[in-house]
Nanobody, 126 residues
Framework: VQLVESGGGSVQTGGSLKLSCAAS????????MGWFRQVPGKDREGIAA???????AYASSVRGRFTISRDNNKNTLSLQMNDLKSEDTAMYYC?????????????????????WGQGTQVTVSS
């Protein structure tokens, strides 16, 4: 199983970035997918998730600015990030998990996902 993130970088406040995650080694279309982020010294937090049928969930801190999407034909996950703020600076991780009884919103609040990528750094500066 591999999850490989890309698209991170440095951007000014108010700018945009699009993260991508390339998945392989598992039945991608059958898995929930999510984006998480972590700042050194703080807990990893879920920011966006998408179910197998396209239902989405967002953390309140990013709702309205970030958009998660998936392409089941290309086994890719994306996160469009607009109006970036300094507090969005973090390492961003892609994750995959088999569906469960939890809604995608509740799943986003947990860290018990099956597979994780290595992360891509996003730095937002003024």
């Amino acid at each position: 199983v591999q999850l490989v993130e890309s698209g991170g970088g440095s951007v000014q406040t108010g700018g945009s970035l699009k993260l991508s995650c390339a998945a392989s080694g598992f039945m991608y279309s059958n898995y929930y997918m999510g984006w998480f982020r972590q700042v050194p010294g703080k807990d990893r937090e879920g920011i966006a998730a998408i179910s197998t049928d396209g239902q989405t969930a967002y953390a309140s801190s990013v709702r309205g600015r970030f958009t998660i999407s998936r392409d089941n034909n290309k086994n890719t996950l994306s996160l469009q990030m607009n109006d970036l703020k300094s507090e969005d600076t973090a390492m961003y991780y892609c994750a995959a998990d088999r569906p469960s009884a939890l809604s995608v919103q509740l799943k986003l609040a947990t860290l018990t996902w099956d597979y994780w990528g290595q992360g891509t750094q996003v730095t937002v500066s003024s």
